[in-house]
């Protein structure tokens, strides 16, 4: 087999001199026969490797120097990729578990179940204050101006003229903040009525006398059929039977 190798730096004659041993000069030194047969050996044995490797790449395998094979998509333990992915201590030591039993990282207060006690308010903190404990917080409901008035007004009174509740529409003005607005209820209820049937006249009627005395006042109504009749001309223009009705 080693008489027909491909690559021997020298003729066949040479090879078959016997089993005497020979020295060969190459690039100037004398080499022993049996170095040059043995790097014959080594470089063939390579090219049947890499013959292999590349007939077997599609299969998902690879061959190294050395004839071991690896799987292609597997990490060397020793390359430096799989030591970033690595959750070992770089110490030797440890068993790769997250840090403070997982109640350590951005975003983490605290171990799973674990429940905080009430903080005691400490007297001699430069920024405690004896008020502090007796004060009473409230959801401030800031007051309607006109334009809002209007615009939150206006479909309460369209649904009361469908269900014809006056409960359910004082319960939702009690929520509202109508301030110096009050007298404008009647005002916007009147003037929708204009504008709807002789039904929705008759609940409007009923629904100022349920809010009267609850919600507004006497006074409130009667600054508020003044403010009416002085805005009649405007009212004649949307329904021209105003004055009548």
Same mark, same amino acid.
């Given at each position: 087999?080693?008489?027909? +190798?491909?690559?021997?730096?020298?003729?066949?004659?040479?090879?078959?001199?016997?089993?005497?041993?020979?020295? /060969?000069?190459?690039?100037?030194?004398?080499?022993?026969?049996?170095?040059? /047969?043995?790097?014959?050996?080594?470089?063939?044995?390579?090219? *049947?490797?890499?013959?292999?490797?590349? *007939?077997?790449?599609?299969? $998902?395998?690879?061959?190294?120097?050395?004839?071991?094979?690896?799987?292609?998509?597997?990490?060397?333990?020793?390359?430096?990729?799989?030591?970033? +992915?690595?959750?070992?201590?770089? =110490? $030797?030591?440890?068993?790769?578990?997250?840090?403070?039993?997982?109640?350590? $990282?951005?975003?983490?207060?605290?171990?799973?179940?674990?429940?905080?006690?009430?903080?005691?308010?400490?007297?001699?903190?430069?920024?405690?204050?004896?008020?502090?404990?007796? &004060?009473?917080?409230?959801?401030? @409901?800031?007051?309607?101006?006109?334009?809002?008035?209007?615009?939150?007004?206006?479909?309460?009174?369209?649904?009361?003229?469908?269900?014809?509740?006056?409960?359910? @529409?004082?319960? %939702?003005?009690?929520?509202?903040?109508?301030?110096? %607005?009050?007298?404008?209820?009647?005002?916007?209820? @009147? =003037?929708?009525?204009?504008?709807?049937?002789?039904?929705?006249?008759? %609940?409007?009627?009923?629904?100022?006398?349920?809010? &009267?005395?609850?919600?507004?006042?006497?006074?409130?109504?009667?600054? =508020?059929?003044?403010?009416? +009749?002085?805005? +009649?001309?405007?009212?004649?223009?949307?329904?021209?039977?105003?004055?009548? @009705?």
């Amino acid at each position: 087999e080693l008489e027909n +190798l491909s690559d021997a730096p020298f003729s066949g004659d040479e090879e078959n001199g016997g089993s005497e041993e020979r020295k /060969t000069e190459i690039n100037g030194n004398w080499i022993p026969a049996t170095s040059i /047969t043995e790097a014959k050996i080594n470089a063939k044995a390579k090219r *049947r490797l890499r013959k292999n490797s590349s *007939r077997d790449s599609g299969r $998902g395998d690879s061959v190294s120097d050395n004839g071991e094979t690896l799987k292609i998509g597997v990490v060397v333990p020793t390359s430096p990729k799989g030591k970033l +992915l690595d959750r070992r201590s770089r =110490s $030797g030591k440890g068993r790769g578990l997250p840090k403070k039993g997982g109640a350590g $990282g951005k975003g983490v207060w605290g171990t799973p179940g674990q429940v905080y006690d009430v903080e005691e308010v400490d007297i001699k903190d430069p920024n405690y204050d004896d008020d502090q404990e007796n &004060c009473v917080y409230e959801t401030v @409901v800031l007051p309607l101006d006109e334009r809002a008035f209007e615009k939150t007004l206006t479909p309460i009174i369209q649904e009361y003229f469908e269900h014809g509740d006056t409960n359910e @529409v004082s319960e %939702m003005l009690k929520d509202l903040n109508l301030g110096e %607005m009050k007298y404008s209820v009647p005002v916007l209820a @009147v =003037s929708l009525a204009l504008e709807g049937k002789a039904s929705h006249r008759e %609940m409007t009627s009923k629904l100022i006398s349920d809010l &009267c005395g609850t919600l507004v006042s006497k006074t409130d109504v009667e600054k =508020s059929f003044d403010r009416l +009749l002085k805005e +009649l001309p405007e009212l004649v223009l949307d329904s021209p039977r105003a004055p009548q @009705v």
